[in-house]
Every structure is written in structure tokens, then in C-alpha cells.
């Protein structure tokens, strides 16, 4: 299967500080990958660099055969629909409802149909558990519930990706259940998703590969099993046992 995406070389520097270098990973349709490795390893930089909110240093990102790196900021917009992203902090509008928030990038950036768009929106919130919350605000929902708004959202967009920047960190434990199940169902629709996340438990069942990260690279690519069992790097063994 052709890949969605390839990375070449990708190199991130802020002044003389290298947050990571000369990364070589691609990803193809339909796969899973789980991004882990110890906090400050860059995860979420590179993560950012992928649909260009932080612009690499050096390399080069394609995505759908669109060199990124040499789009300007118009050409990039129209390619990050297709690549759509969920932030750790969940980013939801306060004044809109649940469903305004799903609906408003369709209807401003895609010009869709208000009733198309509605119904799209009430779709997914079904999909994400939520169709009775259409009408509330973000303020009276729960962590768990704004992150699978937040999900929806960027499903709204009929992304061909999705990337998801540490989607759990912020929730309470209870909460983390629940939108790894919505991101357990995407995975298994078919959704081809970048996860930089911390729940090992994630990474082993439901990932297709793990990119381990750590000290300005990647220093480890190997299906969960492998990974988790038979870790080849020191460093991916000394992360292991301090985190499982």
C-alpha cells in the first residue's frame, strides 16, 4: 500500500538547542502509530512539525505526495483538512455549543450546507457517545467528554489522518477510558492516526508500530509486541522499566 505520508530527514532546532534530528519514518493508509518516549524528547514538537504549526528546521514532510515544506500558508490550510489534529488542551470555543463547535470549521472553511452540516455533526457526536450534549456548552461537559468533541470535531473535516498531540494527559484517570475507546474504534474503522501518548497500554493493543523516541531522534520503530517484549536499545529498555 502507497504511503500517506513520508518523512525525510526531519530536523527541528530552536537557536542551538537540536529538540530532534534527521528523523526517516513513513506512515501508510489505515496504519496506527503510538509516539512514546520520555517527557522533553521532543514528541510533541515533531508532532506539530508533521502538518507545519512548527516549522522543521530542515527535511522534508510529504503528505499525499504535497511537499509541505515548500507550501505557503493558504496551501498548507487547505492540506491540514485533510490532516486533522487533536490537542492535548482539547481547544473547544466557550460561546458555542457542542454541536456550533463541531459544526463551525464545515461551514467557515469548507462553505458546507448548515443542514449537511448539522447532520454530520449530530452523526458524530453519536459515534463519539455524546448525541445528548448537542445543545450544551463546553463548560458544563466533563475532560473526557470535551476531548471526544474535540474528536468529532476534527472528524467533521473528513480528515484522511489524524494526528492527536498526548489526547489523555489532561483528563482525570476515570476519563482516559473513555476517549481511548472512541480512539480504539477509530483505529479499527480504518483511520490512519499519528498518537503521541503516555498509555502504554494503547500503544500495545492498538498501535501497528511504535516510534519510540528519545534523546533527539527516534531511536526505535517495531511493532507493539516487539517493542514491549524485546526492546533492542538500552534506551528503550531503561524507558520501559521505569514506565511499565
Not at 490537542?87 to 455549543?97: A, D, I, K, V
Amino acid at each position: 500500500m502507497a504511503d500517506l505520508l513520508v518523512i525525510e530527514n526531519l530536523t527541528k532546532k530552536f537557536g542551538d538547542k537540536i529538540v530532534f534530528k534527521d528523523i526517516n519514518v513513513n506512515v501508510k493508509k489505515g496504519e496506527v502509530i503510538a509516539v512514546i518516549g520520555p517527557s522533553g524528547a521532543g514528541k510533541s514538537t515533531f508532532l506539530r512539525a508533521i502538518n507545519m504549526l512548527d516549522k522543521p528546521t530542515s527535511g522534508e514532510v510529504l503528505f499525499e505526495e504535497n511537499q509541505l515544506t515548500s507550501l505557503n500558508e493558504n496551501q498548507l490550510d487547505q492540506l491540514r483538512e485533510k490532516m486533522g489534529m487533536v490537542f492535548q488542551g482539547f481547544n473547544l470555543f466557550p460561546n458555542l455549543t457542542v454541536l456550533e463547535n463541531i459544526k463551525l470549521a464545515p461551514l467557515k472553511v469548507k462553505g458546507q450546507d448548515d443542514k449537511i452540516a448539522t447532520e454530520t455533526a449530530k452523526q458524530l457526536l453519536t459515534q463519539v457517545g455524546l448525541s445528548d450534549k448537542a445543545d450544551q456548552y463546553p463548560a458544563s461537559l466533563s475532560g473526557g467528554q470535551k476531548q471526544r468533541v474535540a474528536i468529532a470535531r476534527a472528524l467533521a473535516m473528513s480528515p484522511d489522518m489524524l494526528l492527536f498531540d498526548e489526547p489523555t494527559s489532561a483528563l482525570d484517570p476515570e476519563m482516559v477510558g473513555e476517549v481511548l475507546a472512541v480512539m480504539k474504534q477509530l483505529a479499527e474503522d480504518g483511520m490512519t492516526m499519528i498518537v503521541v501518548t503516555h498509555e502504554m497500554g494503547f500503544a500495545r493493543e492498538v498501535a501497528d508500530k511504535v516510534w519510540f523516541m528519545a534523546d533527539g531522534g527516534i531511536q526505535e520503530i517495531a511493532e507493539p509486541k516487539t517493542f514491549f517484549e524485546t526492546p533492542k536499545t538500552e534506551r528503550a529498555q531503561d524507558f520501559l522499566q521505569k514506565v511499565l
